[in-house]
């Protein structure tokens, strides 16, 4: 079964540099994805993607923060400054139909240290 | 904006037993998604159910099954027969017309022997 694959699976950042995290969405799917959960939290939405473009995007996705999609599968992420608050699991996630109902699948996370 | 609350943040179940975890939202939109996503210690997030909203029959996916209200804005998850493997954080979620998710704070779901 096709899935949502990310890499790197942990990351251990200093403060103030910059981060990339990537993701491979299925095949097939149009729409893409950030999410992230501080430790202990509920899930966050960041961003969305489609076309090429931001859809859509949270207060939480500033400045500091950038999606791409440089090739025909990769997704990325970058955080240009980090921060210790953003010390988080970023989930990626792509956007299907299955069984007429779109459904959004989740990669397994990359987990985010700021020290 | 859409909310979604999940009044539960922690549930017990013996194994074999049934439990229902519970879920309400708030929307304006007619038409939407419903979802429960499990995850487990490995933080990985697994779709666990799916329910379009203009279905009126709940849907069903083995053990796990869903009591949806719409006019109550109530979605909750029967987890029938549980199993050590159920044990988990169980989110519930709602789509619509922006397409972005939005979580619940989850509840933490203990399976005991």
């Known amino acids: 079964e096709p899935e949502v694959t990310q890499t790197p699976s942990h990351q251990v950042t200093q403060m103030g540099q910059e981060v990339i995290l990537r993701c491979v969405p299925i095949?097939?799917?149009?729409?893409f994805y950030w999410y992230r959960q501080i430790l202990g939290q509920k899930v966050e939405f960041l961003v969305s993607?489609?076309?090429?473009?931001?859809?859509?995007k949270s207060e939480i996705f500033d400045d500091q923060f950038s999606v791409e999609r440089p090739d025909g599968s990769n997704f990325t992420l970058k955080i240009r400054s980090t921060k210790l608050e953003d010390s988080a699991m970023y989930f990626c996630a792509s956007r299907g139909t299955s069984g007429g109902q779109e459904t959004q699948y989740f990669g397994p996370g990359t987990r985010l240290l700021v020290l | 904006a859409q909310t979604v609350t999940q009044s539960q943040p922690e549930m017990s179940v013996q194994e074999a037993e049934t439990v229902t975890l519970s879920c309400t939202y708030d929307t304006s939109e007619s038409d939407y998604y419903l979802f429960w996503y499990k995850q487990p210690p490995s933080r990985q997030m697994i779709l666990v159910i799916r329910?379009?909203?203009?279905?009126?029959q709940n849907a069903t996916e083995n053990r796990f099954s869903v009591n949806f209200q719409k006019a109550a804005k109530s979605f909750s998850l029967k987890i029938s027969d549980s199993q050590l493997g159920d044990a988990a954080m169980y989110f519930c979620a709602y789509t619509g017309t922006a397409s972005k998710l939005t979580f619940g704070t989850g509840t933490r779901l203990q399976v005991t022997l």
């Open positions: 095949s097939n799917h149009l729409y």
């Open positions: 993607f489609y076309n090429n473009e931001i859809s859509e």
């Open positions: 329910q379009e909203a203009y279905k009126q």
